[in-house]
């Protein structure tokens, strides 16, 4: 995957630039970014803050965390399984 030129927090000054009334073709040519970019920023952080920014890139590193713990468990689990069925 790509990795974005500007980090969460520029992306959020971007968009509220726009949102305090400035075109959005402005925007974009003044930070050389694309319209579809713009508009894929919007949807993903439109009318977040700094303080709920982080608490999302808090939760998604949290989630991702729980998700390896429930792979490992499930491996885990699907082995104790076969270990039984061969001794029976």
């Not at 959020?12 to 970019?37: D, M, Q, W, Y």
């Not at 009318?47 to 713990?69: M, Q």
Request: some cysteine; proline content about 1%.
């Amino acid at each position: 995957m790509k990795r974005s030129r500007f980090t969460e927090t520029q992306i959020v000054s971007i968009l509220n630039e726009a949102e305090a009334g400035l075109p959005v073709k402005e925007v974009c040519r003044k930070h050389g970014i694309s319209s579809a970019c713009y508009y894929q920023w919007k949807s993903k952080y439109g009318g977040l803050g700094a303080s709920e920014l982080k608490r999302l890139k808090e939760l998604e590193a949290e989630n991702a965390k729980l998700k390896r713990l429930y792979a490992d468990m499930a491996l885990e689990n699907s082995a104790m399984k076969d270990l039984i069925e061969k001794k029976l």
